[in-house]
C-alpha cells in the first residue's frame, strides 16, 4: 500500500490537486464558451458539456503556459512535489527559447488536464465511495436521494459487500492518482528538463565564474607573490650583515616595510573585486583594476633586484587595461628572477611601445634552476601566458644569449582604430 498511500504518493497527489485547481479558471471560460451554443439543462451535471468544456480549457491553458516565468514555477512545484530522482536535473530560470517555452507549456498542460481529471475524480468518488461504506450501518444514507440506489439493490448480500466495494473505489482512485503522479515525475525531466541552450548557457555561465576564479588568482599569485618573495630576500640579506651592516640593514627594512604597504593595498583592490563580484554576479574577467605602469618606479625601487631599465615611447598612450596587465607581468618577471635567477648581474628591464603594441623584455641573469611552473605553486609564467593571451597577444620565456628572457606583446587599439 506504500506505492499508494506513501508520503511520495500524497505528495504527487497534492501537486494533481494543484493542476487541477489551475484549471478552474479555463474550465469556466470553457463552460461559458459551451453555453453560449447549447441550452440542454445544467451545464455541470451534463457529462457531455464537461468533457466539451475540458476540451476547451486545454488549448487556453496551453497558449498561456508560453510565458517564460510558467517554468520556474512549475519547476519548484515539481521539485517539491513530484519526488524527482537527483539524478534527472530540471532547469532553472525563465523559458527563454521557443523550445523551451513549448515544453513548458507541453509539461503545463499535462499537469492540469491530469490534474482537473484527477481532482475531479477525488471530489465525486471519495463522497460517495464512502457513501457506499457506509449502507450497512446507516439507513438514512441507504434512503438518501444522493446515492440514488434501486430498490432491486436493497439486499443482503448487496448490503454485505457494499463496504468492500466503497473501499475498492478508493483504492482505485488512488492506484489512478498514483499512475498520473509517477507520469507527470517521469515526464518532468523531459518537459521541464534544461534544452541544449539552457546547457550552453549554463556552461557559458561556468566559464565566466571560472574565469573570475582564475582573474582573481592570477591577481593574488602576483601581488602577493612577489611581495613575499621580496620580503623573504631582504629579510635573508638583511640578517646576514645584521651586526656589520647596518645602514643596509636600515635600507633592507625600508623596503620590506614598502614592499607590504604596497601589497596590502593591492590585496584591499583584488577583496574589493571579489565583493563585487559576489554582489553583481561574474565581472568581465582580465580587467581588474591595480597598479599600472606609472607605479613602475616604485616596483622597481623596492623589488630586491638591481634593474636596469629603459623605455622606448610613452606608456601614458597605453589603455588603462593593457597597462595594468603589462605591470603584472613585469610584476611576475621580477618575481621569477628573485626565486630563480642568479645572482651578480642586474636585471635588464626594456619597455617599447609602439603603434599598437606594447613590447616587454625582461632579461635576467641565469641560474641552474630557471623560472619554472612547479607542481602545486609557481603558476607565474601560466599566469603571465594567461594575460597575455586575453588582451589578444603573446608572451614567452626562456634562454636567450645566456640569460633568462621574458618577453610579452601586448596589442591595444591605436586612436584610428577606435574611431
Same mark, same amino acid.
Do not use: K
Given at each position: 500500500?506504500?506505492?499508494?498511500?506513501?508520503?511520495?504518493?500524497?505528495?504527487?497527489?497534492?501537486?494533481?490537486?494543484?493542476?487541477?485547481?489551475?484549471?478552474?479558471?479555463?474550465?469556466?471560460?470553457?463552460?461559458?464558451?459551451?453555453?453560449?451554443?447549447?441550452?440542454?439543462?445544467?451545464?455541470?451535471?451534463?457529462?457531455?458539456?464537461?468533457?466539451?468544456?475540458?476540451?476547451?480549457?486545454?488549448?487556453? %491553458?496551453?497558449?498561456?503556459?508560453?510565458?517564460?516565468?510558467?517554468?520556474?514555477?512549475?519547476?519548484?512545484?515539481?521539485?517539491?512535489?513530484?519526488?524527482?530522482?537527483?539524478?534527472?536535473?530540471?532547469?532553472?530560470?525563465?523559458?527563454?527559447?521557443?523550445?523551451?517555452?513549448?515544453?513548458?507549456?507541453?509539461?503545463?498542460?499535462?499537469?492540469?488536464?491530469?490534474?482537473?481529471?484527477?481532482?475531479?475524480?477525488?471530489?465525486?468518488?471519495?463522497?460517495?465511495?464512502?457513501?457506499?461504506?457506509?449502507?450497512?450501518?446507516?439507513?438514512?444514507?441507504?434512503?438518501?436521494?444522493?446515492?440514488?440506489?434501486?430498490?432491486?439493490?436493497?439486499?443482503?448480500?448487496?448490503?454485505?459487500?457494499?463496504? $468492500?466495494?466503497?473501499?475498492?473505489?478508493?483504492?482505485?482512485?488512488?492506484?489512478?492518482?498514483?499512475?498520473?503522479?509517477?507520469?507527470?515525475?517521469?515526464?518532468?525531466?523531459?518537459?521541464?528538463?534544461?534544452?541544449?541552450?539552457?546547457?550552453?548557457?549554463?556552461?557559458?555561465?561556468?566559464?565566466?565564474?571560472?574565469?573570475?576564479?582564475?582573474?582573481?588568482?592570477?591577481?593574488?599569485?602576483?601581488?602577493?607573490?612577489?611581495?613575499?618573495?621580496?620580503?623573504?630576500?631582504? %629579510?635573508?640579506?638583511?640578517?646576514?650583515?645584521?651586526?656589520?651592516?647596518?645602514?643596509?640593514?636600515?635600507?633592507?627594512?625600508? %623596503?620590506?616595510?614598502?614592499?607590504?604597504?604596497?601589497?596590502?593595498?593591492?590585496?584591499?583592490?583584488?577583496?574589493?573585486?571579489?565583493?563585487?563580484?559576489?554582489?553583481?554576479?561574474?565581472?568581465?574577467?582580465?580587467?581588474?583594476?591595480?597598479?599600472?605602469?606609472?607605479?613602475?618606479?616604485?616596483?622597481?625601487?623596492?623589488?630586491?633586484?638591481?634593474?636596469?631599465?629603459?623605455?622606448?615611447?610613452?606608456?601614458?598612450?597605453?589603455?588603462?587595461?593593457?597597462?595594468?596587465?603589462?605591470?603584472?607581468?613585469?610584476?611576475?618577471?621580477?618575481?621569477?628572477?628573485?626565486?630563480?635567477?642568479?645572482?651578480?648581474?642586474?636585471?635588464?628591464?626594456?619597455?617599447?611601445?609602439?603603434?599598437?603594441?606594447?613590447?616587454?623584455?625582461?632579461?635576467?641573469?641565469?641560474?641552474?634552476?630557471?623560472?619554472?611552473?612547479?607542481?602545486?605553486?609557481?603558476?607565474?609564467?601560466?599566469?603571465?601566458?594567461?594575460?597575455?593571451?586575453?588582451?589578444?597577444?603573446?608572451?614567452?620565456?626562456?634562454?636567450?644569449?645566456?640569460?633568462?628572457?621574458?618577453?610579452?606583446?601586448?596589442? $591595444?587599439?591605436?586612436?584610428?582604430?577606435?574611431?
Amino acid at each position: 500500500m506504500t506505492p499508494l498511500v506513501g508520503r511520495r504518493a500524497r505528495q504527487r497527489w497534492l501537486h494533481l490537486i494543484i493542476g487541477g485547481a489551475l484549471l478552474m479558471p479555463y474550465f469556466l471560460v470553457g463552460t461559458v464558451i459551451v453555453g453560449l451554443y447549447r441550452s440542454d439543462g445544467d451545464l455541470f451535471s451534463s457529462p457531455v458539456n464537461q468533457l466539451t468544456a475540458f476540451a476547451y480549457a486545454l488549448p487556453m %491553458a496551453a497558449v498561456t503556459a508560453l510565458v517564460p516565468l510558467v517554468r520556474p514555477l512549475s519547476v519548484a512545484a515539481a521539485r517539491a512535489l513530484c519526488g524527482l530522482p537527483p539524478d534527472r536535473p530540471l532547469a532553472d530560470g525563465p523559458a527563454r527559447t521557443r523550445q523551451a517555452r513549448v515544453r513548458s507549456s507541453a509539461w503545463f498542460t499535462l499537469h492540469v488536464g491530469l490534474g482537473g481529471v484527477v481532482s475531479g475524480m477525488t471530489l465525486s468518488l471519495v463522497p460517495f465511495a464512502v457513501g457506499v461504506i457506509g449502507l450497512p450501518f446507516f439507513t438514512t444514507v441507504r434512503d438518501s436521494a444522493v446515492l440514488r440506489l434501486p430498490s432491486s439493490m436493497d439486499r443482503p448480500w448487496v448490503m454485505a459487500l457494499a463496504p $468492500f466495494a466503497g473501499i475498492a473505489m478508493l483504492v482505485a482512485l488512488a492506484g489512478c492518482a498514483a499512475a498520473a503522479g509517477a507520469l507527470l515525475a517521469d515526464r518532468a525531466p523531459v518537459l521541464l528538463g534544461p534544452t541544449p541552450d539552457d546547457r550552453l548557457a549554463a556552461a557559458e555561465r561556468r566559464a565566466a565564474d571560472l574565469a573570475v576564479r582564475n582573474r582573481l588568482a592570477r591577481e593574488l599569485h602576483d601581488s602577493v607573490g612577489h611581495a613575499l618573495s621580496a620580503v623573504t630576500l631582504q %629579510a635573508g640579506a638583511a640578517r646576514r650583515v645584521l651586526d656589520s651592516d647596518p645602514d643596509f640593514v636600515r635600507d633592507a627594512l625600508t %623596503a620590506i616595510e614598502e614592499t607590504t604597504r604596497r601589497t596590502v593595498g593591492e590585496l584591499d583592490t583584488v577583496l574589493g573585486m571579489l565583493r563585487r563580484d559576489d554582489h553583481d554576479g561574474a565581472g568581465a574577467p582580465g580587467t581588474p583594476s591595480g597598479p599600472a605602469l606609472d607605479a613602475l618606479d616604485g616596483l622597481l625601487a623596492h623589488c630586491g633586484l638591481p634593474v636596469a631599465h629603459t623605455a622606448d615611447g610613452d606608456p601614458r598612450t597605453v589603455p588603462a587595461p593593457v597597462s595594468r596587465e603589462a605591470y603584472r607581468i613585469v610584476q611576475e618577471g621580477l618575481s621569477n628572477a628573485l626565486r630563480h635567477g642568479g645572482r651578480g648581474e642586474p636585471v635588464r628591464l626594456r619597455i617599447t611601445v609602439r603603434a599598437g603594441e606594447l613590447e616587454t623584455v625582461l632579461d635576467s641573469p641565469l641560474s641552474e634552476r630557471p623560472a619554472v611552473v612547479r607542481p602545486g605553486g609557481g603558476r607565474g609564467l601560466r599566469g603571465i601566458a594567461e594575460r597575455a593571451v586575453l588582451l589578444g597577444g603573446r608572451a614567452e620565456a626562456g634562454e636567450h644569449e645566456g640569460r633568462w628572457r621574458l618577453t610579452a606583446r601586448l596589442p $591595444f587599439p591605436t586612436p584610428a582604430e577606435e574611431q
